[in-house]
Nanobody, 123 residues
């Protein structure tokens, strides 16, 4: 089981910045993948960025060069730094975790989700 708590969403003007955080209830060293999806009204949820336990990262083309994903293992937290925000970045952003190892060594591919945080970019 992993609980994820997100923070950092809000309202910002176009061109502004926000930093989202996702705090996990357990060591993220035992989690293969963590990242962020977003979902805008009427659209499908899309992967924005993710990071592996070895800190390999993926960032979608739609945000490349503007968004950066990072992790702080000591704080069990993953961050999404969002710069040069555009109105089309407006969405609910969801943190996720997948690929978890339990203390007994068992592995699960189950996805865990945060509650979502609203990001609104005004033009």
């Amino acid at each position: 089981q992993v609980q994820l708590v997100e923070a950092g969403g809000g309202l910002v003007q176009a061109g502004g910045s926000l930093r989202l955080s996702c705090a996990a209830s357990r060591s993220i060293l035992s989690i293969d993948n963590m990242g962020w999806y977003r979902q805008a009204p009427g659209l499908q949820r899309e992967l924005v960025a993710d990071i592996t336990s070895r800190s390999s990262t993926y960032v979608s083309d739609s945000v490349k060069g503007r968004f950066t994903i990072s992790r702080d293992n000591a704080k069990n937290t993953v961050y999404l730094e969002m710069n040069s925000l555009k109105p089309e970045d407006t969405a609910v952003y969801y943190c996720y975790a997948s690929g978890t190892y339990s203390p007994d060594g068992s592995y699960s591919e189950q996805y865990y989700w945060g509650q979502g945080t609203q990001v609104t970019v005004s033009s």
